[in-house]
């Protein structure tokens, strides 16, 4: 592998030049380079397709955009590509066109989304596959803690400039002596788009890499303690404020107020609703609004610090006039825009979903099982036709060779001798000629095959692309009916709380005089409300009955929980109960003991089952019904968390 040698020192430099592996040393080398625990800057690696000496990506321009920074390195096809193949953990190769580059340590071996892959298949993609290289080697490169060129011994000056405006992913600034440098959107914090960082007019300083033009303001950027002043700042407690949704549980969603300030709301702040499942409304990425309440100090390095609390549950999305987000530096725009009402999405409208990117791997990215073909022995010259060797022909031939003519035979033997060897001649002229001829059969079988292979792999290719292209868009539509449920229970909550305070009754009205066919209304009418049209016809009510306790039970818990009860039984008639783990679905037991046996009504053989309509609440409420062997259901009563009877 062609690379620059690093001289001696506490840290190796960064290669400044294009390595390649042309050899199966080469790439063994390089195998090892990269799984080296200790290896302390990122490497972009690049493969060269099989039909063409040099890759799609143009390495020396992904290199102009990261020197100092990381290392680029060409893995060239055939035995090369085979060895570097076989000496990567599984999963993580690059071949036959393919890119990514491996940040430092070895997570990637273990997690590969650490480790994008990118395909690259003519010059168009291999633009776009450049730029993502680029953004993913400096992102290791920030991650790892690198900054500035290797090109020059010479401290990085500190200099200070003027924003010009930002382009995608980069930041125009100007110096005071009127020199144009970039900001690059990985060198700065990760999350966070340029345009939400820096703003046109701000003045910024950072460390000036000459070298590649680029200004790292890394030493400006807040770090955790100053975002949390900064909330602590701009957020007083009741306020209304955006914030990001960082990460989804079944019963918790934690949010972001800053990129390093995250708040865990749990599921009794967000909806009230036991039975909800938070990964069902919320989408990571997605902007929502909380309020700010009383915070409680978490104990820290430093000493006990303070985090601001959050609860989504009262927010009004009509009433409440939200906080911009703040400022991650003095003159910045906020970090976070503000939730847009989607108009579109209340109306069942789905916008269309972002164009997925065409280069990205959706195919395996582990080589074929099969070891590469080994090469085929040179064939053997054929033997010059001597007499001798036409003589020995016609001896291994024994029987299968044509007797001579006995008119051919002349005394002494040698015109017989001579017409013999003529006609043998003819006879390996003729079967050369077979042999050719079938040679060039199989070639061309094996030509169209290979044809047909080609043609094989270009449909695997674009049928790849339209199954990540329908699996964007499916994501895409997921997270607005995320979006779209959480907006709709937001209203309900608020529409409920408005009949409250105009004393107009909640809930509908009670249309049957007997308690059991207002229950079938209810349950039906919770039925066709909690599961959409697209899915009725695969999570139908099941046949059910009603125990004679139960009407007068579910009497007694409420109109609020009356809801749940309602929600759960739906679950239970539809067969998805068992899904819901905040449900805490058990049979019940004839004892207190974990080894009592099951409760089983005698009369019928139906068994008693039980679960949670509420949790973390004193005597919390329970639903019990019986499953009878038929697998229709009876509901029994809604009892309290003591009441183990069925």
Do not use: I
């Amino acid at each position: 592998m062609t690379t620059t040698s690093a001289p001696p020192a506490a840290r190796p430099a960064v290669p400044t030049a294009v390595g390649h592996v042309r050899s199966e040393a080469d790439a063994a080398g390089l195998a090892r380079h990269l799984q080296d625990p200790g290896r302390s800057w990122p490497v972009v690696v690049v493969s060269t397709p099989r039909d063409r000496g040099h890759p799609y990506v143009d390495p020396a321009a992904v290199l102009e955009e990261v020197r100092g920074l990381a290392e680029v390195v060409v893995v060239h096809d055939g035995d090369p590509s085979w060895a570097f193949s076989h000496a990567m953990p599984p999963g993580t190769q690059v071949y036959g066109g393919a890119s990514r580059v491996y940040p430092v340590g070895l997570a990637w071996v273990h997690d590969l989304a650490r480790s994008h892959l990118w395909l690259a298949y003519d010059d168009v993609r291999g633009a776009q596959v450049r730029d993502r290289l680029v953004q993913d080697a400096l992102t290791a490169a920030a991650a790892a803690g690198l900054a500035g060129s290797s090109a020059s011994d010479a401290p990085a000056a500190t200099v200070t400039a003027t924003v010009l405006g930002t382009v995608g992913a980069r930041a125009l600034v100007q110096t005071d002596d009127g020199t144009t440098l970039q900001v690059a959107e990985e060198l700065t914090l990760p999350g966070v788009p340029l345009s939400r960082l820096l703003a046109r007019g701000m003045r910024v300083r950072g460390r000036l890499d000459a070298a590649t033009g680029r200004l790292d303001v890394r030493g400006m950027l807040p770090d955790a303690a100053a975002q949390l002043r900064r909330v602590a700042a701009a957020y007083p407690v009741g306020a209304v404020v955006p914030a990001r949704v960082a990460a989804v549980a079944d019963d918790a969603v934690t949010l972001e107020l800053a990129p390093a300030v995250r708040v865990r709301v749990h599921r009794d702040h967000v909806t009230g609703n036991d039975l909800d499942l938070l990964g069902d409304l919320f989408s990571v990425g997605e902007v929502v609004l909380a309020r700010v309440v009383e915070g409680r100090p978490v104990p820290g390095p430093a000493g006990p610090v303070v985090t601001p609390g959050l609860r989504l549950d009262d927010v009004d999305d009509a009433r409440d006039e939200p906080l911009p987000a703040l400022a991650l530096l003095d003159g910045g725009p906020p970090w976070l825009e503000p939730p847009v009402h989607d108009a579109a999405a209340d109306d069942g409208a789905g916008s269309p979903a972002p164009a997925p990117d065409p280069e990205r791997a959706s195919v395996p990215t582990t080589p074929p099982n099969a070891a590469p073909p080994a090469a085929a022995p040179p064939a053997a010259a054929p033997e010059r036709p001597t007499p001798a060797v036409l003589a020995r022909r016609a001896a291994s031939s024994g029987a299968d060779s044509p007797a001579p003519a006995a008119h051919d035979t002349a005394p002494g033997g040698a015109p017989s001798s001579r017409k013999g060897a003529l006609n043998q001649l003819r006879l390996s002229l003729d079967a050369a000629r077979a042999r050719a001829d079938e040679a060039e059969r199989e070639l061309a079988r094996l030509r169209t095959a290979h044809r047909a292979l080609e043609l094989e792999v270009a449909g695997l290719r674009d049928h790849a692309q339209e199954l990540r292209a329908r699996l964007d868009d499916r994501t895409a539509r997921v997270e607005q009916l995320k979006t779209r449920l959480r907006k709709a229970q937001k209203s309900e909550r608020a529409l409920e709380s408005r009949l409250a305070e105009a004393g107009v009754e909640d809930g509908p009205r009670r249309l049957f005089a007997d308690a059991v066919e207002q229950l079938r209304y209810d349950v039906h009418r919770t039925w066709a409300e909690t599961v959409p049209a697209e899915e009725k016809a695969r999570y139908p009510l099941g046949p059910y009955a009603v125990g004679p306790q139960f009407c007068a039970s579910l009497a007694e818990v409420g109109r609020g929980l009356e809801d749940k009860v309602l929600r759960a039984v739906v679950l239970v008639l539809t067969g998805r109960a068992h899904e819901v783990p905040g449900l805490e679905l058990h049979r019940l037991r004839r004892g207190e003991g974990g080894g009592d046996p099951h409760l089983v009504r005698e009369s019928d053989g139906a068994a008693a089952w039980r679960l949670a309509l509420q949790v973390n609440t004193p005597q919390a409420r329970r639903l019990h019904y019986w499953r009878l062997p038929s697998g229709a259901v009876e509901l029994s009563r809604v009892v309290l968390h003591d009441d183990t009877e069925p």
